[in-house]
Antibody, heavy 119, light 108 residues
Framework: EVQLVESGGGLVQPGGSLRLSCAAS????????MHWVRQAPGKGLEYVSA????????HYADSVRGRFTISRDNSKNTLYLQMGSLRGEDMAVYYC????????????WGQGTLVTVSS | DIQLTQSPSFLSASVGDRVTITCRAS??????LAWYQQKPGKAPNLLIY???TLQSGVPSRFSGSGSGTEFTLTISSLQPEDFASYYC??????????FGQGTKLEIK
């Protein structure tokens, strides 16, 4: 059974940092591109970042570029999102998602982890 | 960046109704479009990929169509469990892989 389990969310002050993790199981993690998607309270879905299957290609939404870093450790079946210089508008539930073969959608999602940015 | 515009943003319907949600892209994306359903407090669930292919396990009352810039998601006969929010997403060749703003489907 495919499972994605996020962790690392919590309360952080504006300007602070946080690292999210996404532990994958039930599939060959190293064969899939992985993305992060977030959802602010009461709002829609927002693409955040992408990483290729072997970590060689990455991409960021304009809203997080230069502040967030996506990475993965295929030996640990884990995806990461290092978040820095956090702002109020970064407050959201963060989901990791597996990119379906053929790059045609996200076929599995984690349960999400809440990041709260507040002083 | 490619923008996606969903309509309507809110939709009120009854069990048994046929409903259609539209997603328009700011430029052509061939059939690189997916549809998701999201229920409150839950992660989204993939319904349709490649504009018209039903994801495994998704009921056949859901269908998708379109190519280029205009796409539709149709639910042929609404069931109580279908009342949720729906999002389109484009996965054209280059990121960002933007989402539409969402459509909230409510019970009339």
């Amino acid at each position: 059974e495919v499972q994605l389990v996020e962790s690392g969310g919590g309360l952080v002050q504006p300007g602070g940092s946080l690292r999210l993790s996404c532990a994958a199981s039930g599939f060959t993690f190293s064969s899939y591109s992985m993305h992060w998607v977030r959802q602010a309270p009461g709002k829609g879905l927002e693409y955040v970042s992408a990483i290729g299957s072997n970590g060689d290609t990455t991409h960021y939404a304009d809203s997080v570029r230069g502040r967030f870093t996506i990475s993965r450790d295929n030996s640990k079946n884990t995806l990461y999102l290092q978040m820095g210089s956090l702002r109020g508008e970064d407050m959201a539930v963060y989901y990791c998602a597996r990119v379906r073969a053929g790059f045609s959608g996200y076929d599995f999602w984690g349960q999400g982890t809440l990041v709260t940015v507040s002083s | 960046d490619i923008q996606l515009t969903q309509s309507p943003s809110f939709l009120s319907a009854s069990v048994g109704d046929r409903v259609t949600i539209t997603c328009r892209a700011s430029q052509g994306i061939s059939t690189f479009l997916a549809w998701y359903q999201q229920k409150p407090g839950k992660a989204p669930n993939l319904l349709i990929y490649a504009a018209s292919t039903l994801q495994s396990g998704v009921p056949s009352r859901f269908s998708g169509s379109g190519s280029g810039t205009e796409f539709t998601l149709t639910i042929s006969s609404l069931q109580p469990e279908d009342f949720a929010s729906y999002y389109c997403q484009q996965l054209n060749s280059y990121p960002p892989y933007t989402f539409g703003q969402g459509t909230k489907l409510e019970i009339k």
